[in-house]
């Protein structure tokens, strides 16, 4: 994708906006703000993003990220908790690339549901840590448009999120992020491109939308089974799913007829199985 190459934030320039704004990172809205130009290029050349592409942002905190999609010709909606951020953006924005195409949302992303605008096709983000996966579902629930997706998470978060059945780390995040999109871990970040460094591991999660399990069963009705089947990830599915079952024999019949073995556990299964198990439950 072509890019108006232009200057982006450095430290002195983060550590100088955040001084006026009177910001301090907080742990409990997940701030660490990147600081390297190189590291938001290569995010932005891992998105892959089409020219004049319209993208979501969640989360865009100073802006480091925001003006990397703008540099790359991208249209971004950026949508952000923090009020004093929030209107910082568009400023700062202004400053770098008067005729970008940028719309703010001062919103909690757990509450958003639509945008305004054409819809988005992807979303890149840098997402704050603590809620990295709610905010994931919930856009992919609610955003039937978005293609792709690009995140930032804690490593281990990127590995569960693109885990597969079998894997130690597979588990409720893996198997709802499947119901939507083919998940795989892109790039690892050092911790040294963000302030405050945080303590721990930071990489890309890279998702492609596909069409979910063919299933007479509800998503609600499936993500009900997952949660239930990792509750106590030692049990075995019949134990596991006799609480959801009404009791362990009406379970069993359900993984029987759903063509699951009641003596198995639920790292084992795919999303496709968890929503055949979903049909057969009462």
């Known amino acids: 994708m072509k890019t108006r190459q232009g200057a982006l934030l450095g430290p002195a320039e983060i550590r100088d906006l955040a001084g006026r704004l009177g910001v301090r990172p907080t742990k409990t809205l997940g701030q660490n703000f990147v600081h390297d130009g190189g ?24 802006g480091s990220l925001t003006l990397g999609l703008l540099e790359a010709g991208a249209s971004v909606v950026a949508v952000e908790i923090d009020p004093v951020l929030a209107r ?37 983000a840098n997402l704050p840590y603590n809620v990295a996966v709610p905010i994931l579902l919930n856009f992919l629930e609610h955003l039937g448009s978005l293609e792709r997706v690009l995140v930032m998470v804690q490593a281990e978060v990127a590995d569960r999120i693109a885990a597969r059945p079998g894997s130690k780390v597979y588990g409720i995040p893996s198997v709802k992020a499947a119901w939507y999109a083919d998940a795989r871990r892109s790039l690892a970040i050092s911790r040294n491109v963000f302030w405050p460094v945080p303590n721990v591991d930071s990489a890309l999660v890279a998702l492609e939308r596909r069409d979910p399990p063919s299933t007479t069963a509800g998503r609600e009705a499936v993500f009900r089974v997952v949660d239930a089947a990792f509750a106590q990830r030692r049990k075995t599915l019949r134990a596991a799913l006799s609480g959801l079952a009404g009791s362990g024999a009406t379970a069993e019949e359900a993984l029987r007829a759903a063509g699951v073995d009641p003596g198995a556990r639920g790292e084992t299964l795919t999303v496709e199985e968890f929503a055949r198990i979903a049909e057969h439950l009462p």
Do not use: C, S, W, Y
């Open 39 to 62: 590291t938001v290029r290569k995010i932005v050349r891992a998105a892959n993003l089409r020219p004049g592409e319209r993208v979501v942002e969640i989360g865009p905190g100073l």
């Open 88 to 124: 910082q953006i568009p400023l700062t924005a202004e400053a770098h690339f008067p005729d970008a195409d940028l719309t703010v949302v001062h919103a909690d992303a757990m509450d958003v549901t639509v945008l305004p605008g054409r819809p988005p096709t992807a979303l890149v």
